[in-house]
């Protein structure tokens, strides 16, 4: 769909302020998923460059001079100006978060998001593919409506019926037209067993339900087999352990197999996810660059990754952040032929910033950029063959061309 992408209401971002390893570029709305359980946008957001980011530089040999110096309108918001005021809220007996939460819309910062302890304790759980919900996915469309993108299968949504183009209204009375879908998403979020009233349309008419929120679990990579040698690899988000679920992938296809590395409505996740998928299809090299508050770092492939089997990348408006960064890579390197349309262009950096009150805030401190340079953020990557519908026809034809198939 052409609007802004679809999320899982289980906010994905990748961040865990306890390990403070993880380094990713997330979209705040989340992996919708799990919908009722958070926004996703959790799901790609940068967590402590400090370990894991480091890491992956280190281990390169590129001159950081090399590194392309990265834009600097971003919007961001100021540290210390948030935490004072979570501060200064705490100390009147007032909400730290709610505080914090208007310094960060104020300044601009469209990535930004406060979460209190229990939601970013909630993180953990997202980033392995779990989370608390109701079971759907949502997405905000041009005319800032909150649709219903898709339903999983035998949640508490599902067997309430609820489907694929339902219009949410509000959620337990709070009208949800015109908010951020992380934030919608955070409405639907709570513990398990918990009732959720959900106010939704559907052709004209109302309908009212009132859902459990259940734990949910959904796999992030999916494998099958086309005829003609073709191995389809579906990567639903970057959690833990799926980029080693693709290079697993990658190992286990007969030889002189061509792959579709399928990133179409992935949200994002942890960059150290993304970066072993990408190692995937690359002998080493660069994967990415990317700034933290003006520092240059890189991103670097493992070696020893399948660099010779016909390989396309498929993705769409829903291909954000991490997934971006894995298909700017191939496509930079040439390593893999892009199909579909235009992704989504969240090319911005996320870290986690302690509150006083203990809450949590995820600012922007900078920007990433592709093997050649490029920003994606805002405009996000053209595919090298447009292609709406039909697009693994395209696909194959395109791998056909390369010696796979029939």
């Known amino acids: ?25 997330a979209f705040v709305a989340a992996v919708g998923a799990a919908a009722g ?18 890491a992956l530089a280190a281990a390169g040999t590129q001159n950081p001079a090399a590194v392309p110096e990265a834009p600097r309108d971003t919007a961001t918001a100021d540290r210390e ?14 909400s730290g978060k709610k505080a914090a939460q208007e310094v960060v819309s104020r300044s601009g910062d469209r990535w930004g998001m406060v979460y209190d302890q229990g939601e970013y304790a909630a993180f953990t759980d997202d980033l392995d593919g779990r989370w608390t919900g109701v079971g759907l996915w949502i997405e905000s469309r041009r005319d800032d409506r909150i649709a219903v993108e898709r339903v999983q299968p035998g949640s508490p949504a599902a067997r309430s019926g609820l489907r694929a183009g339902d219009r949410l209204l509000s959620v337990d009375g709070r009208p949800v037209t ?10 639907l979020r709570g513990g398990a067993g918990t009732p959720v009233v959900l106010h939704l349309t559907r052709d004209g008419a109302d309908l009212t339900e009132t859902l459990r929120r259940e734990q949910l679990h959904t796999e992030p990579v999916t494998v099958r087999e086309l005829p003609g040698g073709i191995t389809v690899i579906k990567v639903a988000s970057f959690s833990r352990g799926s980029g080693e679920q693709v290079r697993a992938a990658v190992r286990a296809a007969p030889p002189g197999a061509g792959f579709m590395l399928d990133l179409r409505g992935n949200p994002g996740g942890l960059v150290t996810e993304a970066v ?3 190692s995937a299809f690359l002998d080493g090299g660069l994967v990415a660059t990317y700034d933290v508050r003006g520092a240059q770092r890189a991103l670097y492939a493992s070696p020893g990754g399948d660099t010779a089997s016909p390989l396309v990348a498929l993705v769409d408006g829903g291909t954000m952040s991490a997934a971006e960064l894995v298909t700017g890579a191939l496509q930079d390197r040439g390593r893999a032929v892009a199909v579909g349309t235009r992704t989504f262009g969240k090319g911005s950096v996320q ?14 401190v900078g920007t990433y950029r592709t093997p050649a340079g490029r920003s994606l ?14 697009v693994e026809e395209r696909a194959r034809t395109v791998l056909g061309g390369l010696g796979v198939g029939p």
């Open 1 to 25: 769909m052409l609007g802004l992408p679809s999320i899982p209401a289980f906010c994905l971002r990748p961040r865990d302020l306890r390990r403070g390893a993880a380094l990713t570029l």
């Open 37 to 54: 359980t958070g926004c996703w946008d959790r799901a790609d957001a940068v967590g402590a460059a400090g370990a894991a980011g480091g």
């Open 81 to 94: 100006a948030v935490a004072r005021a979570a501060a200064e809220a705490a100390a009147e007996g007032k």
């Open 178 to 187: 015109g908010l951020r879908v992380c934030d919608v998403v955070a409405l």
């Open 276 to 278: 072993t998928a990408a």
């Open 351 to 364: 870290m986690p910033t302690p509150l006083p009150d203990g809450s949590v805030a995820e600012l922007t």
């Open 377 to 390: 953020d805002g405009s996000g990557i053209t595919p090298d063959l447009a292609a709406g519908d039909g």
